[in-house]
């Protein structure tokens, strides 16, 4: 089974611009997790998104935004790119079994360079 | 007070030796925790998860979990080089739809 999927790799933008990443899951998994990875912060939680709803947002600004299609598949979007949006961007994606006994696998990640 | 915390390090071990990592977490009503290894420039790789209270052993990996000391650990008996990697504890709790995770422990084995 393929594993968790991310494009692009990686991305190289200038303040004040967007930018959009994408994550393709396990096949069959329905939730989607995006996570920002810095060395000074860590793992920080974005959102998470299960059947095209979002179901839980962490403590991020509304600049960064995100959706999940109807086959599972889910994007990201920042706008207005600031420096400090530099990171390595996570997509997890989990099988929903319900009772919080929910295992994340990761894909590569997108490192994004704000200039 | 941090929802997952643990030691940053580096933690060095010799090669051959017990390696034991260390994670408490706040939240009293979480219920699954997870043990991840990165790479340096690589993602996040499932380890081991670990639900109930007690031991549970898979080949050189061993997770424990004590819930009313809010505590779980990860031991790696007979150390590698190759187990040289952040490690990374996550907690997950039924109602915030959420994985927690810690800031990491650098593990660095001595040859």
């Known amino acids: 089974k393929a594993g968790v999927t991310q494009t692009p790799r990686y991305l190289i933008k200038t303040r004040g611009q967007q930018v959009t990443l994408s994550c393709s899951p396990i096949?069959?998994?329905?939730?989607v997790s995006w996570y920002q990875q810095t060395p000074g912060q860590g793992l920080q939680f974005l959102f998470e998104?299960?059947?095209?709803?979002?179901?839980n947002k962490g403590n991020f600004p509304g600049r960064f935004s995100g959706r999940q299609f109807s086959n599972s598949r889910s994007e990201m979007n920042v706008s207005t790119l600031e420096l400090g949006d530099s990171a390595l961007y996570l997509c997890?994606?989990?099988?929903?079994?319900?009772?919080?006994?929910?295992?994340?696998?990761f894909g590569p990640g997108t490192r994004l360079l704000v200039l | 007070q941090k929802e997952v915390e643990q030691n940053s390090g580096p933690l060095s071990v010799p090669e051959g030796a017990i390696a034991s990592l260390n994670c408490t977490y706040s939240?009293?009503?979480?219920?699954?925790f997870f043990w991840y290894r990165q790479y340096s420039g690589k993602s996040p790789e499932l380890i081991m998860f670990?639900?109930?209270?007690g031991d549970k052993e898979d080949g050189r990996f061993t997770a424990q979990l004590n819930k009313a000391s809010q505590y779980v650990s990860l031991l790696i008996r007979d150390s590698q080089p190759s187990d040289s990697a952040t490690y990374l504890c996550?907690?997950?709790?039924?109602?915030?739809?959420?994985?927690?995770f810690g800031t990491g422990t650098r593990l660095t084995i001595i040859p």
């Open positions: 997890a994606s989990s099988l929903v079994e319900g009772q919080g006994r929910e295992t994340q696998y």
């Open positions: 939240d009293r009503g979480s219920q699954s």
């Open positions: 670990i639900y109930s209270n």
């Open positions: 996550a907690v997950y709790t039924f109602g915030n739809e959420k994985l927690t």
């Open positions: 998104y299960f059947s095209e709803t979002q179901r």
């Open positions: 096949s069959g998994h329905r939730s």
